[in-house]
């Protein structure tokens, strides 16, 4: 079993930044991909960024350029860097790390005022 906790969340004026962090922990981790995705209210969770072991970033369109994802396995902790926040990056943002199956963060709300 693995157990996410997620911070960093807040808000946030527009052209600012926040950094998101989740930690792993439980026995027998075993992480392949940590990666962060968000929800607005309305629509579907969608992907922000991802990371796998050994691999490229992963980014979505929408946030290439602005966001940058990392990890420190030693830690099993991921971050996610978001600069030049805009109005549309609010949403809940959801941790999410791979190892035989999908643990998911409650998430964490970022909200960007214009």
């Known amino acids: 079993q693995v157990q996410l906790v997620e911070s960093g969340g807040g808000l946030v004026q527009a052209g600012g930044s926040l950094r998101l962090s989740c930690e792993a922990s439980?026995?027998?981790?075993?992480?392949?991909?940590m990666g962060w995705y968000r929800q607005v209210a309305g629509k579907q969770r969608e992907l922000a960024a991802r990371l796998s072991n050994g691999g490229t970033p992963n980014y979505a369109d929408s946030v290439k350029g602005r966001f940058t994802i990392s990890r420190d396995n030693a830690k099993n902790t991921v971050y996610l860097q978001m600069n030049s926040l805009k109005p549309e990056d609010s949403g809940i943002y959801y941790c999410?790390?791979?190892?035989?199956?999908?643990?998911w963060g409650k998430g964490t709300l970022v909200t960007v005022a214009s």
């Open positions: 999410n790390v791979v190892t035989w199956r999908d643990y």
């Open positions: 439980g026995s027998r981790l075993g992480i392949n991909v």
